[in-house]
T-cell receptor
Framework: DQQVKQNSPSLSVQEGRISILNCDYT??????FLWYKKYPAEGPTFLIS?????DKNEDGRFTVFLNKSAKHLSLHIVPSQPGDSAVYFC??????????????FGTGTRLTIIP | GAVVSQHPSWVICKSGTSVKIECRSL??????MFWYRQFPKQSLMLMAT?????????EQGVEKDKFLINHASLTLSTLTVTSAHPEDSSFYIC??????????FGQGTRLTVV
């Protein structure tokens, strides 16, 4: 049972344009969402997160949007740069606070930025 | 950001032997660490939650006698794959949650059992 889904396994975007990565979830108990970037044979790198009490969080070129009623979140990267090429995972947790929590990951989207 | 160090980065072992993977939080204390496993082209799957000073909590379907977890201190958790088989070959990643920020991951360990 895949509780967090990333339906696009891959995405190609021209350099300088906006990259939009989508993520859907089914567990209504999820309260905190995170996006990670991952290169092959490396651990995921934290990018940005959002609590369920917000609908938008922005950090530099990265913005995450949360539509709780639709159980959907998206990551916007603008402008896209060649160094953004990687696999992006969204993750969700039932714990809205800090401390102990476990993450449920999506299947990942491979983003390729075309120079 | 916080640093989580995982060692070794890769290891090759023979079937039937045991392999230990270490996960350290270098600049913060982590009462809880998590161990994940990733198969090729698949998502990261949580294997177990490692709690300092107590027994680990395993996810359904994960053999606790095969994947031994020890969280002996606030900065170190270890995963030991016992009696390794080729099907245990995978990418193992640990993480620790840094209060107020997102979870930080180690570099991962590529295990190949031959």
């Amino acid at each position: 049972d895949q509780q967090v889904k990333q339906n696009s396994p891959s995405l190609s975007v021209q350099e300088g344009r906006i990259s939009i990565l989508n993520c859907d979830y089914t567990n209504s108990m999820f309260d905190y969402f995170l996006w990670y970037k991952k290169y092959p044979a490396e651990g995921p790198t934290f990018l940005i997160s959002i609590s369920s009490i917000k609908d938008k969080n922005e950090d530099g070129r990265f913005t995450v949007f949360l539509n709780k009623s639709a159980k959907h979140l998206s990551l916007h990267i603008v402008p896209s740069q060649p160094g953004d090429s990687a696999v992006y995972f969204c993750a969700a947790s039932e714990d809205p606070g800090f401390g102990n929590e476990k993450l449920t990951f999506g299947t990942g989207t491979r983003l390729t930025i075309i120079p | 950001g916080a640093v989580v160090s995982q060692h070794p980065s890769w290891v090759i072992c023979k079937s039937g032997t045991s392999v230990k993977i270490e996960c350290r939080s270098l600049d913060f204390q982590a009462t809880t660490m998590f161990w994940y496993r990733q198969f090729p082209k698949q998502s990261l799957m949580l294997m177990a939650t490692s709690n300092e000073g107590s027994k680990a909590t395993y996810e359904q379907g994960v053999e606790k006698d095969k994947f031994l977890i020890n969280h002996a201190s606030l900065t170190l958790s270890t995963l030991t794959v016992t009696s390794a088989h080729p099907e245990d070959s995978s990418f193992y990643i640990c993480s620790a949650r840094y209060p107020g920020e997102g979870a930080f991951f180690g570099q991962g360990t590529r295990l190949t059992v031959v």
